[in-house]
């Protein structure tokens, strides 16, 4: 069975760092893109950010650009979420995504086959 599991989710004030992993299991994702997607409540599940399977391409979403920094460890079949700088803004349910068909780093949830269950981010004023 295919887990992808998400941690280091908590409650930070605005302005403070967090530093969110997935680790998956059940099958190698080392050549594969993987992805960081976020959801509010009463909102859609958006995009944050993208990394390809040898980490030389990156895609971010314009509202984290230069505060979040994806990054991934093949070996331990790891991706990683630093997130500086936290505002109110970024509260959600952080989910972790993996793309097993195509070569490609995408940006829509569409495009991702694998989901973690989610780990709560919370930034206070």
């Known amino acids: 069975q295919v887990q992808l599991v998400e941690s280091g989710g908590g409650l930070v004030q605005a302005g403070g760092s967090l530093r969110l992993s997935c680790a998956a299991a059940g099958r190698t994702f080392s050549r594969n893109a993987m992805a960081w997607f976020r959801q509010a409540p009463g909102k859609e599940r958006e995009f944050v950010a993208a990394i390809s399977w040898s980490g030389g391409t990156r895609y971010y979403a314009d509202s984290v650009k230069g505060r979040f920094t994806i990054s991934r460890d093949n070996a331990k079949n790891t991706v990683f979420l630093q997130m500086n700088s936290l505002k109110p803004e970024d509260t959600a349910v952080y989910y972790c995504?993996?793309?097993?068909?195509?070569?490609?780093?995408?940006?829509?949830?569409?495009?991702?086959?694998?989901w973690g269950q989610g780990t709560q981010v919370t930034v206070s004023s």
């Open positions: 995504a993996a793309d097993s068909t195509r070569l490609r780093v995408g940006t829509s949830r569409f495009e991702y086959d694998y």
